[in-house]
Protein backbone atom coordinates (compact mmCIF):
# COMPACT_ATOMS: atom_id res chain seq x y z
CA UNK A 1 0.00 0.00 0.00
CA UNK A 2 1.37 3.39 -0.94
CA UNK A 3 0.22 6.49 0.97
CA UNK A 4 -0.14 9.87 -0.90
CA UNK A 5 -0.79 13.18 0.34
CA UNK A 6 -0.74 16.35 -1.20
CA UNK A 7 -0.32 20.22 -0.29
CA UNK A 8 0.24 23.02 -1.71
CA UNK A 9 -2.98 24.43 -3.47
CA UNK A 10 -4.69 27.88 -3.09
CA UNK A 11 -6.09 30.66 -4.56
CA UNK A 12 -4.05 32.67 -6.75
CA UNK A 13 -4.18 35.66 -9.17
CA UNK A 14 -3.72 34.39 -12.86
CA UNK A 15 0.32 34.58 -13.57
CA UNK A 16 1.19 33.61 -10.33
CA UNK A 17 2.32 30.52 -8.71
CA UNK A 18 2.11 27.49 -6.76
CA UNK A 19 4.06 24.71 -5.82
CA UNK A 20 2.19 21.26 -5.22
CA UNK A 21 4.03 18.84 -2.83
CA UNK A 22 3.02 14.75 -3.03
CA UNK A 23 4.53 13.08 0.23
CA UNK A 24 4.25 9.28 -0.68
CA UNK A 25 4.33 7.02 2.36
CA UNK A 26 4.50 3.34 2.55
CA UNK A 27 6.14 0.23 0.21
CA UNK A 28 9.33 0.75 -1.43
CA UNK A 29 9.13 4.66 -3.53
CA UNK A 30 11.61 3.47 -5.97
CA UNK A 31 9.16 1.06 -7.53
CA UNK A 32 6.90 3.55 -8.33
CA UNK A 33 6.91 6.56 -10.86
CA UNK A 34 4.70 9.49 -10.14
CA UNK A 35 2.36 11.80 -12.32
CA UNK A 36 -0.08 14.33 -11.66
CA UNK A 37 -3.43 15.13 -12.88
CA UNK A 38 -6.19 17.79 -12.49
CA UNK A 39 -10.57 17.49 -12.84
CA UNK A 40 -12.96 19.91 -12.84
CA UNK A 41 -16.53 19.28 -11.76
CA UNK A 42 -18.35 17.97 -14.41
CA UNK A 43 -15.24 17.26 -16.74
CA UNK A 44 -12.69 14.04 -16.81
CA UNK A 45 -9.98 13.47 -15.17
CA UNK A 46 -6.71 15.00 -17.19
CA UNK A 47 -3.39 14.45 -17.72
CA UNK A 48 -0.98 17.16 -16.15
CA UNK A 49 2.84 15.68 -16.21
CA UNK A 50 4.82 12.71 -15.07
CA UNK A 51 7.70 10.88 -14.79
CA UNK A 52 8.46 8.31 -17.47
CA UNK A 53 9.50 4.08 -16.25
CA UNK A 54 13.15 5.00 -16.18
CA UNK A 55 12.06 8.11 -13.67
CA UNK A 56 14.29 10.52 -15.97
CA UNK A 57 12.11 11.92 -18.89
CA UNK A 58 9.37 13.73 -18.06
CA UNK A 59 5.57 14.31 -19.58
CA UNK A 60 3.45 16.99 -19.65
CA UNK A 61 0.44 18.32 -21.23
CA UNK A 62 0.35 20.19 -24.02
CA UNK A 63 -1.79 22.93 -22.22
CA UNK A 64 1.26 22.98 -18.88
CA UNK A 65 4.25 22.56 -21.26
CA UNK A 66 6.47 25.22 -20.39
CA UNK A 67 4.30 26.70 -17.54
CA UNK A 68 4.69 23.57 -15.14
CA UNK A 69 7.70 21.29 -14.02
CA UNK A 70 7.43 18.03 -12.18
CA UNK A 71 10.03 16.81 -9.87
CA UNK A 72 10.97 14.89 -7.23
CA UNK A 73 13.34 14.21 -3.71
CA UNK A 74 13.63 10.94 -3.60
CA UNK A 75 15.67 11.31 -0.11
CA UNK A 76 12.18 12.93 1.36
CA UNK A 77 9.75 10.40 -0.83
CA UNK A 78 8.66 13.81 -2.43
CA UNK A 79 7.05 14.92 -5.94
CA UNK A 80 6.28 18.73 -6.86
CA UNK A 81 4.26 20.26 -9.62
CA UNK A 82 6.00 23.90 -10.18
CA UNK A 83 2.85 25.54 -11.61
CA UNK A 84 4.14 29.14 -13.24
CA UNK A 85 2.47 32.05 -15.28
CA UNK A 86 -1.22 30.21 -13.70
CA UNK A 87 -4.12 30.81 -16.15
CA UNK A 88 -7.77 30.64 -14.59
CA UNK A 89 -8.37 27.69 -17.03
CA UNK A 90 -5.72 25.92 -14.56
CA UNK A 91 -8.49 25.92 -11.57
CA UNK A 92 -9.06 22.70 -10.87
CA UNK A 93 -8.45 19.89 -7.93
CA UNK A 94 -5.21 18.73 -9.00
CA UNK A 95 -4.07 14.81 -7.93
CA UNK A 96 -0.49 13.09 -7.45
CA UNK A 97 -0.75 9.33 -8.58
CA UNK A 98 1.55 6.29 -8.34
CA UNK A 99 2.00 3.79 -10.51
CA UNK A 100 4.00 0.47 -10.12
CA UNK A 101 6.55 0.42 -12.74
CA UNK A 102 7.92 -3.16 -11.78
CA UNK A 103 4.40 -4.64 -12.80
CA UNK A 104 3.64 -1.82 -15.28
CA UNK A 105 6.88 -1.27 -16.86
CA UNK A 106 6.02 -0.33 -20.12
CA UNK A 107 3.15 2.26 -18.91
CA UNK A 108 3.46 5.68 -20.81
CA UNK A 109 2.28 7.02 -17.53
CA UNK A 110 -0.29 9.77 -19.15
CA UNK A 111 -3.43 8.01 -18.57
CA UNK A 112 -5.15 7.38 -15.15
CA UNK A 113 -5.81 3.82 -15.66
CA UNK A 114 -2.31 3.08 -15.27
CA UNK A 115 -1.88 4.23 -12.10
CA UNK A 116 -2.27 2.32 -8.89
CA UNK A 117 -2.98 5.04 -6.55
CA UNK A 118 -4.14 8.14 -6.04
CA UNK A 119 -4.01 10.98 -3.31
CA UNK A 120 -6.99 13.14 -1.74
CA UNK A 121 -6.51 16.47 -3.93
CA UNK A 122 -5.42 20.02 -3.36
CA UNK A 123 -7.94 22.72 -5.22
CA UNK A 124 -5.67 25.29 -7.16
CA UNK A 125 -8.24 28.55 -7.91
CA UNK A 126 -6.75 31.00 -10.47
CA UNK A 127 -8.96 34.47 -10.46
CA UNK A 128 -9.00 36.45 -13.45
Known amino acids: QVQLVESGGGLVQAGGSLRLSCAAS????????MGWFRQDPGKEREFVAA????????YYADSVKGRFTISRDNAKNTVYLQMNSLKPEDTAVYYC?????????????????????WGQGTQVTVSS
Open 97 to 117: AARNIVIRRSSSGRYSYEYDY
Open 51 to 58: FNWSGIST
Open 26 to 33: GRTFSNYR
